[in-house]
């Protein structure tokens, strides 16, 4: 009882950490603990959908911010003008899923049998009901997903005939566009839908969706970098993971345990990256999800964006080759002066948002510690991770020297022998599918109509604000 009696002004760091797990345990307790997701969530769009007109009646008028001349010609950075339910970055203090960190995800998330990482599935949940979900409800979400899994013959077959030259990121989006067969809401629509159902039925593409892109991205890998066969079957007892590795032809069980973490890290970041922003205004002219999803692949498969991974990993390897496994602190900050010299980006490093370290690269720092810390090429990327940041603060104009999280995740994969670099960013694919996708559903529940932002030409823009 005591806790209520805090008052605002006194209220210390301690008295918010035990608010914040207060909060933490109320919002658990309330928490509907039905395993059918769908149910969970026609219970929470209506509620939603009300509080947000009636917030949107009470406030709608009130400003957010303001846009200026720069703003508009440097990528619209700072300008607030997307609402993103599932998650939330802040500049210093990284990702927030739902209200909870990632050190707070993975400690509150299901795991699985004898794992220390959060299950993707448990993401999922609260990333689309705001809810952490408990061990059943995450159980009956990996049998759902192994369900849908299954890919028309159409898609299969034209999977099996991309050349092993074309990019993995073009194969997984070509095969993502050819899956819309499948939506159920591009039917739904041509047979007349009403405006109020259209989130249950992207609802049920979305959990589509979800199911199937493993099984497209494991076969791009096994037709790419292996022999093309023995993808094998689904197996419902086995989680999205679990399953997934396998199909990819992994047996380690610390590489699953890896895939569970990167799979829930890479899901969200807000709506305004590139990949998301690019579902969601893609989704607003109400292209069905996979269409949308497709639209999100292809701008991940841009090298400041999700590519980056891949670039990280050429960038450490073309350093090793140059100067050594271990080279000294002196050579690798001329490497990485010589690469900003030559017009090239330093990658895994900087971000739009974010003005410190990111979270991200922290926790698979943290996986590195505990499981490899040996490795020649983790210490090079510690080592990388004390040079480039004073480097690129001397540059005077990098906004943020930090690690991202491509900074880190090459190396893991190499660890457990993926090395096939040019497959990363459909690893981030497939996590992004979690993210992209239960913010679509709530795009079409809260009912967003097309996007379509007002644009200016210098002309008219010189003329509104200098009056020439
Ligand atoms: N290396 C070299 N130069 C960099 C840099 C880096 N890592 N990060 C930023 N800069 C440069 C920019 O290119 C820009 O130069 P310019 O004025 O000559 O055009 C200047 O610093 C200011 O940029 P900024 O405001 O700090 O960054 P931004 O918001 O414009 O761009 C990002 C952000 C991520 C594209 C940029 O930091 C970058 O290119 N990083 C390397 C690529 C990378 O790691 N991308 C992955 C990001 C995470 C993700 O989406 N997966």
Not at 331 to 358: M, N, Y
Not at 384 to 392: D, G, H, K, S
């Amino acid at each position: 009882m005591s806790l209520f009696r805090i008052t605002t002004s006194r209220i210390t760091e301690s008295h918010q950490k035990v608010l914040s797990s207060l909060s933490v345990v109320l919002r658990a307790i309330s928490a509907d603990s039905s395993t059918d997701l769908k149910a969970v969530l026609s219970k929470k769009v209506p509620a939603e959908q009300e509080r947000i007109k009636a917030f949107r009646k009470n406030y709608g008028a009130s400003k957010v911010g303001e846009v200026t001349v720069e703003m508009m010609y440097g990528g619209m950075r700072g300008i607030k003008g997307l609402v993103c339910e599932t998650s939330v970055l802040d500049p210093d203090e990284g990702i927030r899923f739902r209200g909870y960190s990632i050190p707070e995800c993975q400690k509150l998330l299901p795991k699985a049998p004898g794992g220390e990482e959060p299950l993707p599935e448990g993401l999922f949940w609260l990333l689309i009901t705001g809810d952490v979900p408990n061990e059943a409800q995450v159980k009956a979400l990996s049998k759902e997903w192994a369900n849908r899994a299954s890919l028309p013959s159409h898609v299969v077959t034209m999977l099996n005939n991309f050349p092993s030259n074309l990019h993995p990121m073009s194969q997984f989006s070509c095969a993502v566009t050819a899956l819309n067969s499948e939506s159920k809401f591009a039917k739904a629509y041509s047979a007349g839908v009403h405006k109020s159902k259209y989130w249950e039925v992207v609802y049920e593409d979305a959990m589509d969706l979800i199911a199937k892109v493993p099984v497209v991205a494991a076969t791009i890998y096994r037709n790419t970098f292996r022999d093309g066969k023995g993808i094998g079957a689904v197996d419902p007892t086995k989680d999205w993971s679990a399953n997934y590795t396998q199909m990819l032809g992994y047996d380690s069980p610390e590489f699953t345990e890896l895939m569970r973490l990167y799979l829930t890290i890479h899901s969200d970041h807000e709506g305004g990256n590139v990949s998301a922003h690019a579902v969601h205004l893609v989704g607003s002219a109400l292209s069905d999800p996979y269409l949308s999803f497709a639209a999100g692949l292809n701008g991940l498969a841009g090298p400041l964006h999700g590519l980056a991974n891949q670039e990280v990993l050429q960038f450490l390897k073309k350093m090793q080759a140059a100067l050594g496994e271990a080279p000294s602190d002196d050579k690798v900050k001329e490497f990485i002066w010589q690469t900003l010299k030559s017009g090239q980006v330093v990658p895994g490093f900087g971000h739009a948002v974010l003005r410190k370290t990111d979270p991200r690269y922290t926790c698979q720092r943290e996986f590195a510690l505990k499981h490899l810390p040996n490795d020649p090429l983790f210490k090079l990327v510690g080592q990388v991770y004390r040079i480039v940041p004073p480097v690129l603060l001397e540059t005077g104009k990098v906004k943020n020297p930090w690690p991202n999280v491509d900074a880190h995740s090459g190396t893991l994969l190499q660890y457990y022998g993926m090395t096939e670099m040019n497959y990363y960013t459909v690893l981030f694919g497939v996590s992004r599918a979690l993210g992209v996708m239960a913010g679509l559903v709530w795009d079409r529940a809260l009912g967003f109509p097309i996007e379509r932002p007002k644009s200016l030409s210098t002309d008219l823009l010189m003329k509104q604000v200098a009056g020439k």
